[in-house]
């Protein structure tokens, strides 16, 4: 249904998408994650051409949307879009909203267009607001009330533009099923979403958007369970990090420990995880001392808030070397045992060049 090859699209100097290429299939329900400020909705807005695209092709059922010869208008028809925003019409009722579309543009006789759009208002639940206007409405009610006057087209894909996040958290749900609804009776969607539960149990693809780039994409339980790809992780698992590079012998320790105190304080650790973290880098920063200046320490300090699982990584490089081997520890089997008695669990790799330890600290509630 949707075929996208090598799109971009730029705002003067400003990149916001690079190389794009994607398939969707009809009837297959695709959800558009990742930060913001990534691309995800400009995305959308290129595929039925509310922001032209800088390069790239862009297919619709066979068609090429990007040739001047092609109508647009008619190529909307079978592609509908549902904003954040919702952009009801607010001198028309809830009912006129509905029918104008398939009246003025499909050319639908008035009391067609009133049968079928009260059909489509029992499928959301409003039925009993056909004669209300969008003022009147909750904005889960003009949420459900746009996705009717989408199906009043008759599209054959529709576009979600972050749904749900205009929304009080009480009515996400009730907008969440209505969708959960279409994608069931097969309707081809892509979503854009920060609801990553929804994006889990809808998908039957999920793309990870970054940088302007699809960065990753998969079924959703690779997406969610098993991510290939760092960012992809740290998105997911919802990851804080403190990164600090060591190049010399004589770094500033005290400033240092500022830091991590004040990203601990950001991710409101306790106070004895803090301890134990400071106590940690300090001792490892001992075995790592007589490598400097010859090798430089990248040390990050990692917080998951999905998991509550807090890591320290040393990436460090050299000649392929575990630091905490006993052969190269020059002695410190005392902050060995400290090391040990502070983390769960120790692991060791020669990755990418680098020798990598990963650390999983021992963590106590709130």
């Not at 509550?308 to 089997?333: F, I, Q, T, Y």
Request: negative net charge; charged residues 25%; contains cysteine.
């Amino acid at each position: 249904m949707i075929k996208v090859e090598r799109l971009s699209k730029r705002f003067d100097d400003l990149v916001v998408l690079k190389d794009i290429s994607t398939e969707i299939k009809a009837g297959e329900v695709v959800s558009i994650i990742g930060p913001s400020g990534t691309g995800k909705s400009t995305f959308l807005r290129c595929l039925n051409l509310l922001e032209y695209p800088s390069g790239g092709e862009i297919y619709i059922d066979g068609v090429d949307v990007l040739d001047k010869k092609t109508d647009v208008a008619k190529v909307r028809q079978k592609m509908n879009m549902v904003f954040q925003s919702f952009n009801l019409f607010s001198h028309l009722s809830v009912l006129e909203n509905l029918t104008i579309g398939p009246v003025k543009l499909k050319g639908m006789s008035k009391d067609a267009a009133q049968l079928k759009a009260m059909d489509l208002l029992r499928l959301v639940g409003l039925a009993e607001k056909a004669g209300k206007f969008p003022d009147e409405l909750s904005g889960g009610q003009k949420q459900r009330v746009a996705i009717a006057r989408c199906m009043a087209m008759d599209p054959q894909i529709i576009l979600f533009d972050e749904p749900t996040s205009a929304l009080d958290p009480t009515m996400v749900s009730e907008v969440l099923s209505v969708i959960r609804r279409l994608a069931r009776e097969g309707m081809t969607m892509a979503i854009v979403t920060h609801e990553m539960d929804f994006a889990r149990d809808v998908s039957n693809r999920v793309l990870y958007m970054d940088e302007g780039i699809i960065y990753e994409e998969g079924p959703p339980e690779q997406i969610f369970g098993n991510p290939q790809k760092e960012k992809t992780r740290a998105f997911i698992q919802r990851i804080r990090s403190y990164t600090c590079r060591i190049s010399s012998p004589d770094y500033d320790l005290y400033a240092m420990n500022a830091e991590i105190e004040a990203f601990c304080e950001k991710q409101i650790l306790p106070k004895n995880t803090r301890d134990s973290l400071l106590l940690l880098v300090e001792e490892l920063l001992q075995i790592y001392t007589p490598y400097l200046p010859e090798a430089v320490l990248d040390l990050t300090v990692a917080y998951s808030e999905k998991s509550a699982r807090l890591e320290v990584v040393c990436e460090s490089s050299g000649k392929a070397a575990n630091p905490l081997e006993s052969g190269n520890l020059s002695g410190d089997d005392l902050g060995l045992a400290i090391i040990k008695n502070l983390t769960e669990s120790i692991d060791y790799q020669w990755l990418n060049d680098k020798n990598r330890l990963q650390f999983l600290i021992k963590t106590t509630p709130l």
